[in-house]
């Protein structure tokens, strides 16, 4: 879960949850909260039917709104009728199971686990990158100074060649990772979002699938609600 101080400004009250036929996908801020980018991004390409909770973070009740929906206090957590699936890696794997057709996974079996293998290590790693450019969407093109550290520059060059290498095998019929939409692009689509936000120079493949990523609908959905939000974390926006 996204640590930081917020301040909400003006912000309307949130409603509390009620039964639904539909699932219930819990997120935080817009603006800066990767894990819940990934977790809607997972559930929008998967189709289901599902309402958001927005559950804002350093509030009173925020811990206990949090331990009541997940074990880990964390978000995102989907509620699909009586089943609660928390971490994004998890809700990736559950929504994939429940449309296959959507092919969330690749067919190939060699594809597919390139696809587990750079969604986890995405997961996992890369914490320099995570510290030092830490998703905010109100940032625009707007680099750190100096040189990037060590650390950062080691796990930007990683991604890149994640990109370039699984664009090379198995980027064909399309312009996202695997062609079409995967949850690799889900784990990797606030990468894109920090890159563009810093001002981090790209190659020609990875400045084209950045931008393919852009382009999605839901991309373009989540940027246009997160520029209405009104939440400010100054320590995300120095």
């Not at 550290?149 to 095998?169: G, Q, S």
């Amino acid at each position: 879960m996204l640590q930081c101080k917020i301040m909400l400004v003006n912000a309307p009250k949130q409603e509390k949850l009620v039964n639904m036929s539909g699932a219930v996908l819990t997120i935080s801020s817009k603006n800066y909260s990767s894990w819940s980018l990934r977790g809607w991004l997972l559930a929008t390409h998967a189709g289901l039917d599902f309402r958001e909770e927005i559950v804002p973070l350093d509030r009173p009740d925020t811990r206990e709104r949090l331990a009541a929906l997940s074990p880990s206090g964390r978000v995102p957590v989907l509620q699909d009728g009586d089943r609660v699936i928390w971490d994004s890696l998890a809700i990736a794997e559950y929504v994939a199971e429940r449309r296959p057709d959507r092919r969330l996974l690749p067919a190939d079996e060699g594809a597919r686990a390139y696809c587990r293998s750079i969604s986890a290590e995405m997961h996992s790693g890369f914490a320099a990158l995570r510290s030092h450019m830490p998703m905010n969407l109100r940032r625009v093109n707007r680099p750190r100074p100096g040189e990037l550290p060590d650390a950062v520059a080691a796990d930007v060059a990683r991604i890149t060649a994640i990109w370039r290498e699984c664009r090379a095998r198995y980027g064909q019929g399309g312009e996202l990772l695997f062609g079409d939409f995967t949850i690799a692009d889900a784990m990797y689509a606030p990468v894109v979002t920090r890159f563009s936000s810093y001002g981090v120079p790209l190659g020609e493949i990875e400045t084209r699938y950045s931008a393919a990523v852009e382009a999605l609908p839901s991309m373009q959905a989540w940027r246009a609600a997160a520029a209405r939000e009104e939440w400010v974390c100054p320590t995300y926006d120095d």
